[in-house]
């Protein structure tokens, strides 16, 4: 009997034992609700709905997953086709306009990264942005098909309705020209991406150059030293319409005729001329239509000519000649598409070198350039490039 009840106390232990691994398993291996399966989920369900027609339980689908998860490009997506289909769009009164430019964006970023042939490993990176939704799914489809089917059914949608659906049936270069046309311009999408247009406008824009060409004199100033040529770079920004750069410009070569210079208590003969700038140069913008641009161009400078090079070795062995510089004039510009154009400059310049009791240097200058220059924000260019204004 003693030998029965102690086989049952062991069965029992190790029967318990069991139940309590078994147990343990579950706790571990639970799955706790998170917004990638959330997501999955609820985009199986819209799938799986639209197939049925049935666009009134998708609203309900869409409320949880939006209670649980939050906003997201796929959830912003799916609420305006289903606006769309139940007619309860109303652009004045949409509580997602303010968000409606950057939900756009999002979804053209991720039409481009489902273009990738990586485009798993992609989604793996960027699934957060992408709203745990992965790249060319059912779902994308789905919205694809429903958008066209709006597009296909409606001819009464409403300007804003009826870009929606260009863009999400992947329509791109027309919904990006449906948006610039006269039937959007009284729009709160149209207002919203004008506002996101500005926005790119006033964003910086580093700047460098590299220039030459050549400098014209006038009056005895041309008889004298005759035209040479001009070598420099520029280092600046462009904020808004306005760009300011600090210019650094030479002009090598000997004079055209030999000139007297006061140098030490004598008249002294010299062919000698280095001439120089270093200046603040600005420009604002006439026109631009973000492939060409006419500049009003202006600045401010000392300029200089070395007129005795004398020995660089030995203290007050040489002379130069300085004058406060002002100039201005039209700059334009052929934008490429790697963020750098090529600049044509004319400009007058205003000079008054006085070489006293020497040879009358009077005269100001012309100065035309070409430039090519490196220029722009990569992500102002990333905004205006999707935005289609590049």
Partial sequence: MIKQINILLLAFLISSSLFAQDDLDTQLLKQTPNCENVAYNSTQ????????????????????????????EPLFRVKVLTKISLATFNDKENSEQDTEMSMILAYLDRKKLSEEQNYHQLYEYYKLYLGYVPLNSNFDLTTITWASSLLDENDDLRPDEKAFCLLYSNQIDEFWSYLKSSEMQNSKLYKTYKQEEDRANNMWDGHINFFSGVFVPTSNLSNVIGAKSIFGFQLGAKAKKTQMDLSFAFRPGKAKEYYNVYFEDSLVQTQDHLGGYIGLDFARELTNNYKRELDLEWGIAADFMDVISGDPDVADDSKTLSSFNFNCGLGYRFYFKNMNYIGLHAKYNFVNYKNKKGTNLDGNYLSFTISYNLFGNPNKYSLLEKMKLK
């Fill in 45 to 72: 369900l819209i799938t799986e709905l639209f197939d049925k027609s049935k666009v009134d339980s998708i609203s309900l689908v869409v409320s949880k997953w939006e209670s649980f998860c939050g906003g997201s």
